[in-house]
């Protein structure tokens, strides 16, 4: 295993460094073994993604079944947390059997996992597939209840804006919003929600070099893997920088900053 405090304590580059799905280049996403991974390699911060199963329970999985990641036809909709023994989510599309047997966790095991690394900041994001918005009220506290070992380090986002002011007003949790388009009307509308951070999809920032719009928040933008793109981004006022290849893009980013670049 690696050196965790070495990790944690090595030189940082010009922005900080979100695992997306945890260090998803190399390990089936959104698993235990993939968050410790990135803690592991210097991540700044990790993000999860959040369904919700049929008792209620928060899982940490993307997609609404399990099809992709554990090769099932199952609904997340449709489990219960006394039937997730057994169901390994090892990608095999990807990585064949060589993670066979990587459990769907649920968000309290993750965050008692993430609760070993305490300077790493954690996003949580609740997805909208599985989130009836007549009990959001009752998802976002039981996210900030089973997640409560993390303390100050978690952040609940969201496509939802009600999830935004629920984090806000309900649970007394920083938040923030993932913008559907970066426009005019969606940044106004930022300024109303006041959330602590915005996040936005690489490909909808305008295509120029000027600098993003203040606001009382922090910009973290994804998916990006080049180091070129992480400083030009960084250049335009951008706090956080999410990826799925945290280990390279950290090395690539602490290579230009020992080269003076």
């Avoid at 023994?85 to 996992?113: D, K, M, Y």
């Avoid at 609760?115 to 007549?134: M, N, R, S, W």
Wanted: hydrophobic fraction near 45%; charge should be negative.
């Amino acid at each position: 295993m690696a050196d965790q405090t070495h990790a944690r304590h090595a030189p940082s580059p010009s922005v900080r460094l979100i695992a997306h799905r945890g260090y998803a280049a190399h390990y089936p996403e959104n698993t235990l073994s993939a968050f410790r991974a990135a803690a592991e390699a210097g991540a700044d911060a990790v993000e999860m993604d959040i369904q919700v199963c049929a008792d209620g329970t928060p899982l940490v999985i993307h997609d609404q079944d399990l099809q992709r990641t554990a090769n099932r036809p199952d609904y997340v909709s449709t489990l219960r947390a006394s039937a997730l023994e057994g169901i390994s989510v090892h990608e095999p599309q990807r990585f064949g059997t060589r993670f066979l047997g990587e459990p769907l966790a649920t968000l309290a095991q993750v965050s008692e996992c993430l609760a070993a690394y305490p300077g790493l900041q954690v996003f949580i994001e609740i997805k909208h597939e599985t989130a009836d918005e007549a009990r959001l009220p009752e998802i976002v506290k039981r996210v900030a209840d089973e997640s409560a070992v993390l303390g100050d380090n978690r952040v609940i986002i969201s496509f939802m804006e009600p999830v935004v002011q629920l984090t806000q007003a309900v649970a007394g949790l920083r938040s923030g919003w993932v913008l559907p388009l970066f426009s005019r009307s969606t940044l106004e509308r930022a300024t109303t929600l006041a959330p602590d951070f915005l996040f936005c999809d690489r490909v909808k920032l305008p295509a120029d070099d000027h600098p993003l719009p203040a606001g009382g928040w922090e910009w973290a933008v994804y998916e990006v893997v080049d180091p070129t793109e992480a400083l030009a981004l960084a250049a335009r006022g951008v706090n956080h920088i999410e990826t799925m290849a945290v280990g390279e893009l950290r090395e690539a980013l602490a290579a230009r900053t020992d080269n003076g670049g």
